[in-house]
């Protein structure tokens, strides 16, 4: 049982993913299609429900992506269900204690390192061998940074064995310093950021952020490890106004395009 992300990871790489927020197994599998080194399914913020989230899981079975979900919230039943369906991790949100770390952990893993339910429906139809050993080494648990109070706790955060990697939300991060929701801001926000990757250091654990084209060079020089580049809503968005102002600039409309 193998899980290509924690193999990037284990020889020193830097991963490159994309955010899947619109319920759809043909977009998805469009995505999986370019190269990306993992897929995260937007449970959270993101449209899909438990149906269409196993829609798209199917639907990225040919990709060479390692395939992840963000859960709605840092509670067991919905992340052993969405590893029983077969996500290689989860991203757990708003993570602020050592107590929540612990959840987090407990819930992506079989006893004796943790408490995930044993039922792995499609999960072990995936792999040729599949055990509760074999699961709790491939799975990767990512628990979210995203508030002042999880920076003013993070060392005691990355000391819970049985975390592979955290991933730091900008937006939410920003709103709990005061400033406004965005992708990177100065001052306290920067320095938090900081405060953070010195910590992963000093643990071994790989940090992660949410990103964007624009600003996934200034992370990885940083030293984040995990960088999502990509959401399908904003690539398709942007992918249509540029062909729109194409159009209209030649002179023709937007119809005929078959």
């Known amino acids: ?14 991963a490159h993913g994309a955010w899947l927020g619109i319920p759809d197994s043909m977009v998805a599998e469009t995505i999986g299609s370019l190269g990306f080194d993992y897929l995260c399914i937007d449970m959270q913020h993101g449209l899909a429900d438990y149906t269409r989230a196993l829609g798209i899981l199917q ?6 992506a390692a395939a992840i979900v963000r859960v709605p919230w840092n509670e067991p039943g919905i992340i052993g269900r969405m590893l029983d369906a077969g996500a290689l991790g989860v991203i757990i949100p708003m993570v602020n204690t050592v107590a929540e770390a612990e959840a987090a952990v407990r819930a992506c893993r079989y006893a004796p390192a943790g408490a995930r339910s044993w039922g792995p429906t499609r999960a072990a139809r995936l792999h040729d061998e599949y055990s509760t050993e074999a699961a709790n080494s491939a799975v990767a648990c990512i628990p979210m940074i995203e508030t002042a109070a999880a920076v003013g706790a993070i060392d005691e955060i990355l000391a819970v064995d049985g975390i592979d990697a955290i991933y730091i939300g900008p937006a939410d991060l920003s709103i709990t310093y005061g400033l406004q929701p965005a992708g990177d801001n100065p001052g306290v926000f920067a ?3 900081e405060t953070v990757l010195a910590a992963c250091e000093r643990h071994g654990v ?24 990509c959401s399908d809503l904003l690539a398709l968005a942007e992918g249509a106004a540029a062909m729109l102002a194409g159009g209209l600039a030649d002179g023709g409309g937007v119809s005929g395009l078959y």
Do not use: C, Y
């Open 1 to 14: 049982m193998d899980n290509a992300l924690k193999q990037i990871w284990a020889t020193g790489g830097t």
């Open 59 to 64: 639907a990225l079975g040919r990709s060479s």
């Open 191 to 193: 320095e938090a950021i």
């Open 206 to 229: 790989v940090p992660g952020i949410h990103a964007n084209p624009a600003l996934a060079q200034k992370r990885r020089d940083q030293g984040f490890r995990m960088i999502t580049v």
